[in-house]
C-alpha cells in the first residue's frame, strides 16, 4: 500500500474476525520495527508475540479491562531496555529516548498493519507491574504498549483531528 | 511509494543539497504527523517551521553543535504540550503518553519525508531550554525532536540492525 494511504487509512480498531495471523506477517510487523529509528542506533527494544488465550485474558485485565484486547488472535508487547539507553545516556535515555524509540517502533508496527490488511489499537493504559509478572519481565525493561491485532470486524472513521492550522507555527511558536 | 519500501529506504540524513523544500511539501509531512495516533485522541502536538538562517544556526549551537542542523533548507521542532496530557491523564500523560504521541507524530514525518524523496533525521540531544528561549516557547510545551529535512546530499547505508532472533520472544520474556 501506498505510504500516504496507509497513514491515512490507520484506525483504532478495537474489534477483530477470528482470522489467524500469518507467523510470516508477525515476522512482517517486527521488521517495520526493528527499522525504525533510535537514538545512537541503540535499538533499545524488545517485543512480545502472546497468542495465548489465557495470557490474554490476564492482559486485558490488567490494562483496566479493556476485554478487546483478548479478542484479537496476536498480542504485541513491546518493551523498552532501559539498560541499553541508560548505559549511552543516562537519564535522558530512560526518561526520554527510550520512550521515543519504542514508540517509533510502535508507530511502525501499526503502520504495518495497516499495509497488511490488518488492523490494530495502540494501548498504552495498564498496570506495568501486572503486566511485567504475567510476561516474566526481568526488572529493567519497561512494557510501553500493548498491540492487540487482527482482521478488522468492521470500519473505524477518522477520529477528529486537530485542523494544521492549529498546530503549525513559523519560524517561532510566538510571534 | 510503497510502505514497506518507504522504512526500509528510511535513513538519518545528515547532508543535503541546496534544493528548497516547497510548501506543500512541509504541510503533507506535518499532514502526516497530524494522524498519528494519540492516547485519548488528545493529539499533544505543535510543530514548528524553521527556515530562517540565523535561528538554523542558533538551534544548530544548542544540538550540541550539531552544525549539519543549519545546512538543511527546513528544520521542522516538535513540541509535546504537556498541560494537555496532564489534564487528561495526570503524571501518566506527562511523562509517557506526550512523549510517545509526539514521537509516533515525528516517526511518520522521517516516513513521509523518504515518500516525498526528502531526507531527514530525529535530532533528539539538545539543551530544551535554550530551544525554548530560540523559539519562544511557553512554558509548558516541551521541545522533543528537532528534525532538519531536504533532498539527500548522497547515498547512507543502512546502519547495523539487531536481527529479528534477538528481540523477539514468544509468549513470555523469559521462558
Redesign the interface.
Known sequence: ????E???N?R?IRSFTCDEILENEI??L???A????S?G?V?P????????NE?KHKLAKAALDQSFIEEAPVVIVV?ADLNRSKLRYGN?GV???C???T??A???I???A??LGLGAC?V??FQEDMVKII????ED?KP??IIPIGKPAGKVNM????P?EE????????K
Not at 45 to 52: A, E, G, L, M, T
Not at 135 to 138: A, G, R
Not at 167 to 174: D, G, L, P, R
Open positions: 500500500m501506498e505510504f500516504f496507509t497513514v491515512k490507520r483504532s515476522k512482517q517486527i521488521d517495520a526493528r527499522l525504525a529509528p537514538a542506533n535499538q527494544w524488545n517485543f512480545i508475540i502472546v497468542k495465548n495470557t518493551l535522558r526518561n526520554l529516548y520512550i521515543q524509540d514508540a517509533a510502535t508507530q511502525n501499526l503502520l504495518a495497516v499495509a495502540w498504552g493504559a510476561l516474566k519481565i526481568p525493561f510501553v504498549a477520529p477528529q483531528k486537530r494544521i498546530i503549525i507555527h513559523y519560524e517561532t511558536f510566538v
